[in-house]
T-cell receptor
Framework: KNEVEQSPQNLTAQEGEFITINCSYS?????LHWLQQHPGGGIVSLFM???GKKKHGRLIATINIQEKHSSLHITASHPRDSAVYIC?????????????FGEGTQLTVNP | SAVISQKPSRDICQRGTSLTIQCQVD?????MFWYRQQPGQSLTLIAT?????????ESGFVIDKFPISRPNLTFSTLTVSNMSPEDSSIYLC???????????FGQGTRLTVV
């Protein structure tokens, strides 16, 4: 079982739909990242969370530390939101911090 | 935030050759990380590069295959040596700021070995 699991693996939506991507993890963490990867491979950090909820434009991220679960929501989705969304947890180890990544959710938003 | 310039963005290489990927950061950072993302897979850490010391490699990765340089606090290179088609992947560098848990990523290098 992976330490970080995302669902769904693939998601197709119509423009304007509300989208939710889920992330569950099984290890103790100091923070959780939501990342966006575009077809060229480059990655942009959308959010870093250690508790509660953050909002940036049409994107909302929440985390429940007790339940070890986070969600990324996209309101009023748009075709330009099409990308791979990756959940990554940051663990503090004696050798330094370490990111563990989920396998990503491929989102396609159709016009 | 940190701006990371990673080069090249993509390359097609012949098997048996080597490719060096560069990662330049616009500010000093303590730790730099190199990741590989094989097709359809999640990111896997290759090694951690600290300035002034040898890189620390993860299980399954060795220095002879992936030599890393870290000559100063703003620059690092990863070389993929003696390439085979199995090395075709996206390679990414990432940085972590001192006393900061934020992570920043380069644009990625999409490598195809033929």
């Amino acid at each position: 079982k992976n330490e970080v699991e995302q669902s769904p693996q693939n998601l197709t939506a119509q423009e304007g739909e509300f989208i939710t991507i889920n992330c569950s993890y099984s290890v103790g963490i100091s923070a959780l990242h939501w990342l966006q990867q575009h077809p060229g491979g480059g990655i942009v950090s959308l959010f870093m969370l250690s508790s509660g909820k953050k909002k940036h434009g049409r994107l909302i991220a929440t985390i429940n530390i007790q339940e070890k679960h986070s969600s990324l929501h996209i309101t009023a989705s748009h075709p330009r939101d099409s990308a791979v969304y990756i959940c990554a947890v940051l663990r503090k180890e004696t050798s330094g911090s370490r990111l563990t990544f989920g396998e990503g959710t491929q989102l396609t938003v159709n016009p | 935030s940190a701006v990371i310039s990673q080069k090249p963005s993509r390359d097609i290489c012949q098997r048996g050759t080597s490719l060096t990927i560069q990662c330049q950061v616009d500010s000093q950072v303590t730790m730099m990380f190199w990741y590989r993302q094989q097709p359809g897979q999640s990111l896997t850490l290759i090694a951690t590069a600290n300035q002034g010391s040898e890189a620390t490699y993860e299980s399954g990765f060795v220095i002879d295959k992936f030599p890393i340089s870290r000559p100063n606090l703003t620059f690092s290179t990863l070389t993929v040596s003696n390439m085979s088609p199995e090395d075709s992947s996206i390679y990414l560098c990432s940085v972590e700021r001192r006393l900061n848990t934020e992570a920043f990523f380069g644009q990625g290098t999409r490598l195809t070995v033929v």
